[in-house]
Each structure stands twice: as C-alpha cells, then as structure tokens.
C-alpha cells in the first residue's frame, strides 16, 4: 500500500471468501438459522443454502483494491470533468455524536445515474461503501 500512497482500511482488503466465511459461522446467524429451520420445519441443508444465497447476493464481487484505488481516482475525474463538486451542508456536530459502532445508511433519491458514483467519490476517504437496492 506504500508504494501507491493510498490509505486502505485493513479490513476493506479482507477477501470475500474470508467474509463469508465469518458470516456463515458468525453466532448471531447459527442461532437464526437454527430458529428458521424449527419455525419452518425444514433442513438443515436447505437453510445453509438458503442462507448462502443471501450472502453472495450481498457481499460484492469486485477487487476491493481496485474499487477503492482504481474506481475512486476514476470516479474523482468523470465528477471533476462534469461537474462541480461540492458540500452545502454539512452538520460535523452531529455527524461526530454517532457511536463508531453503529453503522450509518445513506439514501439517494435516485435522480442520477451518477448518485453511485457521488457517493463513492464522496465518502470513499472515510467510509467502506457497500450498496444495496430494493423496494
């Protein structure tokens, strides 16, 4: 990481095998696993591999390096070429009372085909991003 002057996270760089891997045996989702196989009366099997559905569906396929060093300076020349970036407001104080532990959800309206990228741009220095999308 020194040779690309970039600061990454350590755990930004864990492979996806290693996430799914403390996912599928973290105790929290035994114990909902075990509680949906009693409630629905099914296998042990079939909820392992229901249960590994919903983790390739949200942990993401792409090399975390390259989103976070490629994706980012990318990113950072498409917005500056096109637009013009910048912060209207910003509320530092309450931004800094949110407890390191907890996990902070951004919503975009869905305007622009750019959000996706704004918000990479935006908070990539701060925060690993991940995206979800549904109803």
């Not at 599928?24 to 229901?50: C, F, G, N």
């Amino acid at each position: 990481m020194r040779d690309f002057q970039s600061r990454i996270a350590r755990y930004k760089l864990v492979s996806r095998r290693s996430v799914h891997d403390e996912l599928i045996l973290d105790p929290v989702v035994i114990a909902a696993m075990r509680d949906y196989m009693k409630e629905h009366t099914v296998s042990e099997l079939e909820t392992r591999l229901r249960v590994e559905l919903y983790i390739n569906e949200i942990l993401p396929f792409f090399n975390v390096l390259s989103y976070y060093k490629i994706g980012y300076n990318l990113a950072k020349l498409t917005l500056r070429m096109l637009y013009k970036v910048s912060i209207e407001y910003e509320d530092t104080e309450a931004l800094n009372a949110i407890p390191k532990k907890d996990v902070v959800v951004y919503l975009m309206n869905h305007r622009s085909n750019a959000d996706y990228v704004v918000v990479a741009y935006v908070l990539a220095h701060c925060f690993a991003v991940s995206y979800a999308v549904g109803e």
